[in-house]
């Protein structure tokens, strides 16, 4: 069964912090990892990664996949109040005729001022 | 931005009524995605369709329907709705698997469903 672990669950952190997201997998067929953010609606997306080591990277925002050790990491810099979200990771396995999205619990993050 | 929409955004029913939740998109994709999400969860999925005329069921057992009549639409119906549907239901979409495009998911607002 494809699992997806995000950690830590939950962090709170001041404005202009650093911060790293962690996402481990196991999935059959690996296709893509996908990074959402999801305030009080639906998630938006982020980045999707599909080889390791090159790092994808937008404005504040850079993710990076390491298909050996079977993780990826989002890092948010100069954090704002407005990072306050809840970051998903998903994995994209292929299967028969198509994709298959499995989601973390996702990574819930508070910027204070 | 993603054109995917979803009606009704937040929806309050008593128990053994039937409820559609519509879903369209005009990006003209062929697959086409619900999930169910709890709050403070993770995303599961509970119906897909790679097309007209193909819906299957997800990883998560549901006791809701789906059709996709037209490429457009992918409504899901609950015939008899009880209060341990309440959750979140997300419609997604995606262009068709080319072997080795990359293929992005977006997702539409959201339903919120309540039932008393």
């Known amino acids: 069964e494809d699992k997806v672990v995000q950690s830590p669950l939950s962090l709170v952190v001041h404005e202009g912090d650093t911060v790293t997201l962690n996402c481990s997998y196991e999935?059959?067929?690996?296709?893509?990892l996908l990074w959402y953010k999801q305030e009080k609606k639906a998630p938006t997306f982020l980045f999707m990664l599909t080889s390791s080591g090159i790092e994808k990277k937008s404005g504040r925002l850079s993710s990076i996949l390491d298909k050996k050790e079977l993780f990826s990491i989002l890092n948010i810099t100069a954090t704002q109040t407005g990072d306050s979200a809840i970051y998903l990771c998903a994995v994209n396995g292929l299967t028969g005729g198509g994709n298959k999205l499995t989601f973390g619990t996702g990574t819930q993050l508070k910027v204070e001022l | 931005e993603a054109d995917i929409y979803q009606t009704p955004r937040y929806l309050v029913i008593g128990t053994g009524k039937k409820i559609t939740l519509e879903c369209s998109q005009t990006m003209g994709h062929d697959k086409m995605y619900w999930y169910q999400q709890d709050p403070g969860m993770e995303l599961h999925l509970i119906h897909y369709s790679y097309g007209v005329n193909s819906t299957e069921k997800g990883d998560l057992s549901s006791e809701s329907t789906v059709s996709r009549i037209r490429t457009e639409h992918f409504p899901l119906t609950l015939e008899s709705a009880r209060p341990s549907h309440t959750s979140q239901y997300l419609c997604?979409?995606?262009?068709?698997?080319?072997?080795?495009?990359?293929?992005?998911?977006?997702f539409g607002p959201g339903t919120r469903l309540l039932v008393l």
């Open positions: 999935v059959t067929n690996f296709r893509s």
């Open positions: 997604a979409s995606s262009e068709r698997f080319i072997g080795g495009r990359e293929e992005t998911q977006y």
